[in-house]
């Protein structure tokens, strides 16, 4: 069986993969050609992350502290934090792999990423198509 990868390049698979109504989420460390500026499928756009505080303590709408915790749960690894300067808490390289009837699958980089309160996906503007 063949993977064709499109729009980035596959340095590793990190933790393990699930699937997901035929489509297989590869943890990775991966480059993306031509990422978008801002993530795009924003996570509060799909649903609404409750996250319950003890005290006087609030989130608010920090999605991206829920994504960053769930992360190791699903994927059996935890995705590394750069302290360089930026302001994201979040920031995995993911692979969505399509895998056709001959044999045969596409695959597609994506980042899991956060700005401000707000978590969402990062894609190569070269594709994948919008259907994708």
């Known amino acids: 069986m ?9 340095f ?3 933790g393990e993969p699930r699937c997901s109504d035929g489509v ?4 990775a460390r991966a480059e993306i050609e031509d990422p978008e500026e801002s993530p795009s499928h924003l996570l509060r756009d799909h649903g609404c992350v409750d996250i319950s505080c003890d005290g006087d303590f609030e989130l608010g709408e920090a999605d991206g502290v829920w994504v960053r915790a769930v992360i190791p749960t699903v994927f059996h690894y935890t995705p590394l934090h750069v302290a360089d300067g930026r302001s994201f808490l979040l920031d995995a390289a ?3 792999v399509l895998l056709g009837s001959e044999r045969a699958g596409v695959a597609d980089p994506f980042a899991c990423t956060d700005v401000g309160s707000v978590t969402g996906l990062v894609f ?3 594709g994948p198509d919008a259907g994708v």
């Open 12 to 14: 590793g698979v990190v």
């Open 2 to 10: 063949g993977v064709v990868i499109r729009h980035g390049h596959l």
């Open 94 to 96: 993911f692979f969505a």
């Open 124 to 126: 190569s503007r070269l």
């Open 24 to 27: 297989w989420f590869v943890p």
